[in-house]
Nanobody, 121 residues
Framework: QVQLVESGGGLVQAGGSLRLSCAAS?????MGWFRQAPGKEREFVAA????????DYADSVKGRFTISRDNAKNTVYLQMNSLKAEDTAHYYC?????????????????WGQGTQVTVSA
């Protein structure tokens, strides 16, 4: 069983930056970030392979968000720049037990409780 704990969320003005962290309790392979706004489906944000050499992003965040990982610390990060009001959501970290990252939430095996990001216009 893998436990994931997210941190780094908060309130920020539009145009600002935040860095989310996701600490894993056990060995993980591919990792992803998803988000869910009130009344909406949980949507893909970014994913990364175990080595960190392969990444994928939703079109809505390309060029603004960067996913990275430090396997020595069992931690995945999401650097979010140029934040917009529409980025406001609860952000979730997810892990797979295989090294194929995916943009489909059903493919992920473990989930954290999430951290809230609120961007004021």
């Amino acid at each position: 069983q893998v436990q994931l704990v997210e941190s780094g969320g908060g309130l920020v003005q539009a145009g600002g930056s935040l860095r989310l962290s996701c600490a894993a309790s056990g060995r993980t392979y591919a990792m992803g970030w998803f988000r869910q706004a009130p009344g909406k489906e949980r949507e893909f944000v970014a994913a990364i392979s175990w080595s960190g050499s392969n990444t994928d992003y939703a079109d809505s965040v390309k060029g603004r968000f960067t996913i990275s990982r430090d396997n020595a610390k069992n931690t995945v990060y999401l650097q979010m720049n140029s934040l917009k009001a529409e980025d406001t959501a609860h952000y979730y970290c997810a892990a797979r037990i295989v090294n194929y990252y995916s943009d489909t939430k059903e493919d992920y095996d473990f989930w954290g409780q999430g951290t809230q990001v609120t961007v004021s216009a």
